[in-house]
């Protein structure tokens, strides 16, 4: 990944102020040292943003391959969520799994987010391995949550002057 496309080092005045917004994170229970170290990366940038943490609402799920459902529940019955940051980490095993899950959860990602026209974030790590999951979620690599709340930020305020 080039450098310059890892927002765990981005410039903080680029980011707009969340203080108006209301976000919401699904994170999935599978791998979960690696989810929660991504949803709390997610949570802490968002309240750095300005978001209010009575705006902020956590939920998880089973596995990845039920974040679209989660993030289709959450609008559903908060028809004022501007955003979903989905979070969760398919780690390649020894059968298909692992396309299967990844594939499906790309694609519903981005279907709800149409049914909605609201920001689903990609929030998944699909790694080869545990080390480099790790690596993506606090270590040399930064942490994917950040970025992926930064990201929900963007996409709201690119909603609201577009
Ligand atoms: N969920 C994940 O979030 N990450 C995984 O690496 C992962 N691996 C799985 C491997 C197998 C063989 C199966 C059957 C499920 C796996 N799941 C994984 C769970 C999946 O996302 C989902 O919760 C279940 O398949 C139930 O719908």
């Not at 499906?104 to 480099?132: E, H, R, W």
């Not at 790790?134 to 970025?147: F, M, Q």
Request: hydrophobic share 40%; proline share 2%; aromatic share 8%.
């Amino acid at each position: 990944m080039s450098k310059k496309k890892n927002l765990s080092e981005y410039n903080i005045s680029d980011v707009p102020d969340a203080s108006d917004m209301k976000i919401a994170i699904v994170f999935a229970e599978w791998n979960q040292e690696i989810t929660l170290a991504l949803a709390d990366g997610a949570k802490t940038t968002l309240l750095n943003h300005g978001l209010n943490e009575k705006n902020l609402f956590i939920n998880s799920v089973p596995g990845s391959y039920e974040l679209p459902m989660g993030a289709q529940y959450i609008f559903e019955n908060n028809r004022d969520i501007d955003a979903v940051i989905c979070i969760g980490c398919v780690i390649q095993g020894e059968t298909r799994h692992f396309e299967f899950i990844s594939d499906a959860v790309a694609n519903g990602i981005m279907n709800v987010a149409i049914k909605y026209n609201k920001p689903v974030i990609f929030g998944v790590l699909t790694t080869d391995n545990f080390s480099q999951a790790k690596e993506r979620s606090g270590g040399k690599h930064g942490n994917k949550g950040d970025e992926a709340a930064i990201t929900a930020i963007k996409m709201i305020e690119l909603k609201k002057i577009s």
